[in-house]
Structures are given as C-alpha cells and as structure tokens.
C-alpha cells in the first residue's frame, strides 16, 4: 500500500474559504454514495490506488511548527491556527480505518495540540468508545453529511453508509460528550426540498448545533458516471433534466440557476434559524450569507482557540457592511501568507507569479479580483457587485450591497444570531 504524500494540503475552495487547510486519512473512500464528488472528480476517486496517510509526518510537523520552524504555506496556515478539514476529500472513517487506524492516530495527534479540527463524515464509527475517549475534551467539531432525497430512497443514494437513525444516535452522544455536532445537507436533490423538513425535526432532536445545505451539483459526465438510482431520480438523464431547470455549466458541473436555489435555501434557512440552530450556505455563490464568520460551517462559532483564512473575498467581504466598498488594497490589512501557494494547487489553478514584490497568494487573489481565474471573481458572490470605480492601480472597486435576489427571499445574516443554542449556552 502506497504512502499517502498529500495527506495534507489546500482545498481547491482556498479562494473564498476560511478553512481551507485539509486533512485527509486515506486517498479514497469506500462508500459508494451514488453522486460521489469524491469518484467524479479527477484524481482522488474510488479507481485510484489507495494510499494511506502518515500519523508520524504530522506530528513531526506539528512538533517543528509549534518550535517556530516554518518552511511552507502549510506551515504558515498551522501555525496561525486554521483548523483543518479532516476528511476533506474521502470519509476518513470508511472501512479501511478499522484495519489501519489513520484517523485514530490523527485525532490523538490533534488533541495533544488542542489543535482545532472539524471533522466531515458519514459514518458514525467516531462514537465507538475508543474514539470517544479520545475526541472528549478535543478541539473538535465533527459534521455528518446527509443527502437531502425521499427517505425512502436514502439508503439507495447514501448506498453502504449508515441511516438517518443511527447519525441522530451518533449526535446526541457527542451533545452528551459536549461535542458540536452539524448536520451538512449535501446535497439536496431537487424535487426532494420538501423532505428537508424530515430532517431538520431530526436534527433539532438530536441536538444538532448547525446546518449546512447545498444544492446537487451535476458533474458534465454524470449521464455515466451518477448510480442507477439517482439517475431515475433524475428522468434518467441528470443533465437534461438539469438544463430544463435553467441549470448553466460552470466549468465540469451544470450549477441550478440561483432563483431556484435562493428562494428555496433561504426558507430552509429560516425554518432552522427559528428552532435555534445557525444556519450555513454552502452554495458559493450564496456563503456570505452564512452565519458565523468561517464559512458554511460556523466553526469560530464551535471552535476554540482558532484562527481563520481571511485572506479571501468572502472573509473581506463578510467584514464589510451594506454599502461600503472592497478594495484589493484591503487584503493589505490582514494576515497573509508569505509563502508558495501554487504548491498546493493544481495545475489548472496555478498562475505564472512573476511579480516577487509581494507574496505569491495576494498575485492570486488579483488575478481573482480582475475575473482571470475562473468565474470566481468578487462579484460573483451574491451580496457583492463591481461599481464603475478604480482605485489607484487600476484595479476595480466593488461594493457590498444586499442580496441581488433580495425582493425574492430573506437571505438575513446573522453572525451572532440571538436564538443560536450557543448564546442560549444549551
Ligand atoms: S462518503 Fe463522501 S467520499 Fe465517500 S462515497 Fe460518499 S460522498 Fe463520496
């Protein structure tokens, strides 16, 4: 079995994400849930060989961080203490981990550090008692993925991983550990919203402090690559039935037009905000309107003694109120790291840096704030749009302004929301 070299790394969301550092056990997932993102993205699928990641490596990396030895990104990124994603590109609790223990060995690591971690999963193997006795007093916020279909169909769809049922056991004995537990409705197939209800009376049951909720993505080979089941789901033809939605191609993936994603997200994020839980989007282009201050997650909401990637447009974005503009000179003002990011990207990502006068990341970010790379400029989020001005470099100033579809939905943030069970202290 091959050693796992990247075990650790940026997500390719470290654009417009506060924690983009993951950190990942195993190279592959043994689940095989019919949409897999994980099987239909290049690179890290259920094809390739699997490769385990190296408890020892992390320590020493630790150890020699936490002396003040920095020599990467990643070492900047640790260093200020951005929690990491464990489990960032396959369940770090498949099978495997029964045999090789990776995520076990992880989360020991992680403890003796107090080293903030949110954990994302679809197994409930991390309330067997040997986890628990670790994870108990850990930095730790673990988040279960559920898909949002039929619950008649769940088992089919979310195929070899465990119920509804047994999560919302699974949850309330981390609540009883005093673990912040969320539930990341990822993804919501649609023409299924009306069961979000279902699953919402169970995680308010449950104890669940968040909720995160993004729409399906449909990758531009899915008509192969989706199950059987999802498929039919999907009139046999996912990117048909897609495009008769409205649905336009970003990139490899059709994305549902936003007046079919906003209006229906924000009435689930209303209904949850009202049981006291916050509230995340998950959709990009919808996260500023999240609550907490760390993305779709909220984790400086659940977490202690962190620090997040603000260098980014959303971060800068949710800093802002209603009205005033964003100048790329602003990320001047924040904590930036110094040090290669390219790294970490891949090869598509990455840009020729030829200017060595400032660091590599805020190169990026330019390229990002003028549109060159990808779609994902600052306008692109909702809550923010270009205005006719330049400032002193040429570069464009934008403003932060309400939600674009604002006469459709209430898309209200709440960054401290005075129901949250945090506030109440429940
Ligand atoms: S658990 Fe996650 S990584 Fe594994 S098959 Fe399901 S969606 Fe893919």
Request: aromatic share 10%; with cysteine.
């Amino acid at each position: 079995m091959k050693p796992y070299k990247y075990y650790a790394g940026l997500t390719s969301q470290v654009g417009f994400c506060a924690t983009p550092l993951r950190l990942d056990s195993y190279n592959r997932c043994q689940f095989s849930c019919e949409y897999c993102f994980a099987s239909t993205r290049q690179g890290y699928g259920r094809n390739e060989r699997l490769q385990i990641g190296n408890p020892t490596s992390l320590l020493n990396r630790l150890s020699r961080v936490f002396e003040g030895k920095i020599s990467s990104a990643l070492d900047e990124l640790i260093s200020h203490r951005v929690p990491f994603q464990l489990g960032g590109m396959a369940d770090p609790f498949s099978r495997i981990e029964t045999d090789k223990r990776v995520t076990l060995e992880y989360l020991k690591i992680l403890k003796e550090y107090d080293y903030p971690v949110i954990v994302s999963t679809k197994s409930t193997k991390i309330v067997d008692r040997e986890y628990l006795d670790v994870i108990t007093e850990s930095n730790i916020y673990v988040r279960f993925s559920i898909t949002v279909v039929d619950p008649k169909l769940q088992a089919k769809i979310d195929r070899g991983c465990p119920p509804l049922e047994e999560i919302a056991v699974a949850a309330k004995e981390l609540h009883t550990q005093g673990i912040p537990v969320c539930f990341r409705f990822q993804p919501i197939i649609p023409g299924h919203e009306q069961y979000f209800k279902d699953y919402l009376a169970v995680a308010y049951e449950s104890n669940v402090k968040h909720i995160s909720a993004e729409f399906l993505k449909c990758p531009i080979d899915a008509n192969k690559k989706f199950g059987k089941s999802l498929k039919v789901i999907l009139d046999d033809n996912p990117i048909q039935r897609y495009k008769d939605l409205g649905a336009l191609k970003q990139g490899r993936e059709y994305i549902l037009p936003i007046t079919y994603r906003a209006p229906v997200l924000a009435a689930m994020a209303k209904e949850t905000r009202g049981k006291g839980i916050t509230f995340g989007f998950a959709d990009n282009d919808l996260l500023l309107h999240s609550d907490g201050n760390a993305c779709c997650a909220a984790s400086n909401l659940y977490l202690r003694d962190s620090n997040y990637f603000t260098a980014n447009i959303v971060s800068l974005a949710k800093e802002k109120s209603i009205g005033e503009r964003l100048y790329f000179s602003d990320f001047l003002a924040g904590w930036v790291p110094t040090r290669a990011i390219s790294t970490y990207l891949n090869s598509k990502s990455r840009i020729a840096v030829s200017d060595s006068t400032q660091p590599e990341w805020l190169s990026y970010l330019q390229e990002m704030w003028v549109g060159k790379l990808g779609v994902f400029s600052p306008n692109y989020f909702d809550g923010i749009e270009i205005t006719n001005e330049h400032d002193e470099h040429g570069l464009p100033v934008f403003i932060k302004t309400h939600s674009k579809i604002a006469e459709l939905v209430n898309l209200s943030c709440t960054s401290t929301h005075p129901h949250n069970r945090v506030a109440e202290g429940l």
